[in-house]
């Protein structure tokens, strides 16, 4: 079956310091994958996709590589901010029947002052 | 704007009633997801539906009940079945395009005392 895996957190990072979090999945066929971010309290909203093998996605300063080889998402930013604080979740879709998307378990991000 | 709105964002209930949560967009999608969300997890899929009038279980679907009696809108019934209710419950949609994500709706925590 499909699954994604995520570097646990909690994740603590000084503002302006350089952030990737990990992921990999294992997927039959060719999936889309996600980034999607959490706010305490509210529901998920969509970071960046790839549905291609060597796509990059990219917005707000985060990036993200679909690598076919090495089954990996890692996200990636520069310079962190202490906005940036939140859940990071790596998810995939695989098509073929209903949109069923697979996700990771998270990673808390904290960005301190 | 478009979007999902989940109402109401904190509900409380006594052991054994029934609770209904409600989900609506306007985005025109076809296919409407139920999850769950528990401290420190993951997504669990509860139920989706691609269609009006059809729904199917999704991971964990004991204890839950849905109905798609409109495009708009994908309510989640909480019955008194479900041995751990509380909990934080996101709503989504997506078109049936191959590659489209999920959008999320801002979620009901729900606490069952």
């Known amino acids: 079956g499909n699954s994604v895996t995520q570097m646990e957190g909690p994740v603590t990072l000084s503002e302006e310091a350089f952030l990737t979090i990990n992921c990999t999945y294992t997927?039959?066929?060719?999936?889309?994958l996600f980034w999607y971010v959490q706010y305490p309290g509210e529901g998920l909203q969509l970071l960046l996709k790839?549905?291609?093998?060597?796509d990059k996605g990219s917005n707000k300063g985060f990036e993200a590589t679909y690598r076919k080889e090495t089954t990996s998402f890692h996200l990636e930013k520069g310079s962190v901010q202490v906005s940036d604080s939140a859940v990071y979740f790596c998810a995939l879709l695989n098509s073929g029947g209903y949109q069923k998307v697979t996700f990771g378990t998270g990673t808390k991000l904290q960005v301190i002052p | 704007d478009g979007g999902i709105t989940q109402s109401p964002k904190y509900l409380f209930r006594k052991e054994g009633q029934n609770v209904t949560l409600s989900c609506e967009q306007n985005l025109n999608h076809d296919a409407m997801y139920w999850y769950r969300q528990d401290p420190g997890q993951g997504l669990r899929l509860i139920y989706y539906?691609?269609?009006?009038?059809?729904?199917q279980k999704g991971d964990i679907a004991e204890g839950y009940s849905v109905s798609r009696e409109k495009k708009e809108s994908f309510p989640l019934t909480v019955t008194s079945a479900q041995k751990n209710p509380t909990a934080f419950y996101l709503c989504?949609?997506?078109?049936?395009?191959?590659?489209?994500?999920?959008?999320f709706g801002p979620g009901t925590r729900l606490t069952v005392t």
């Open positions: 539906s691609q269609i009006v009038n059809d729904f």
């Open positions: 997927a039959t066929g060719y999936p889309s």
């Open positions: 989504a949609s997506s078109s049936r395009d191959e590659d489209d994500e999920q959008y």
């Open positions: 790839a549905t291609k093998a060597d």
